[in-house]
């Protein structure tokens, strides 16, 4: 179940990364094939974000790991983490949905906090 909510988180970090792209792009008005960010490939992020957060929370329920490394608090560390980061793309897309203007700070946030849980993350699975 770990490696699963890795993968998937992964899969949220890539499109995340290509969201950031978009929306960058979009601002600065190069953009040559999206003028805007996507709204179904942006659904599908929170999707799989979401997923992927349900699937590690399930997956540290399980025996523990790392105790030897050092790394047996990772997991929840990476799980808090990324519900952070879950409720600032929340609002992210309260912004959105009250037709506001989104702060570039609050897209940043939801990107720092969700990188280093997967920073933290894979630490946890790869040296546990």
Known sequence: MLIAAFMIL??????????????LRAQTG???????????????HGLLGVGGLVCLVLALRGPPRGLAQGTASFGAVAATIFALAALAGGAILATHLRKKRRAGALIGLHAALAVTGFVVLAAYLLAG
């Not at 190069?30 to 599908?44: G, I, N, Q, R």
């Open 30 to 44: 190069t953009a040559a094939f999206w003028p805007v960010v996507p709204w179904p490939v942006a659904a599908l």
């Open 10 to 23: 992964g899969f949220a970090v890539l499109l995340g990364s290509a969201l950031a792209v978009v929306h």
